[in-house]
């Protein structure tokens, strides 16, 4: 678990490092970065699980038997 002190730390690194003009749009790409996971993670579970619901449906028409393939 990260603690109020080394996330302080981290904060402090990133002011010197990158300018106090910068930081907010590093947040706001970081924000979108995070949000767009999550959207893409949630629509891959939903097509999961239709995928899965489809899988135990019944053929709704059998395939013509083929007698070439039994020689």
């Known amino acids: 678990m990260i603690s ?3 996330l302080g730390i981290v904060l ?3 002011l010197v490092v990158f300018g106090p003009s910068k ?6 790409a970081l924000g979108k970065g ?7 993670a949630t629509e891959d579970d939903t097509e999961q699980s239709k ?4 899988v135990t449906e ?3 028409e059998l395939p ?6 039994k020689q």
């Open 34 to 40: 995070i949000r767009e996971f999550k959207t893409n």
């Open 51 to 54: 995928q899965m619901t489809n």
């Open 23 to 28: 930081l907010p749009e590093i947040g706001k």
């Open 4 to 6: 109020v002190q080394s």
């Open 58 to 60: 019944q053929p709704k």
């Open 64 to 69: 013509p038997k083929n007698d070439a393939t």
């Open 12 to 14: 402090l690194i990133a």
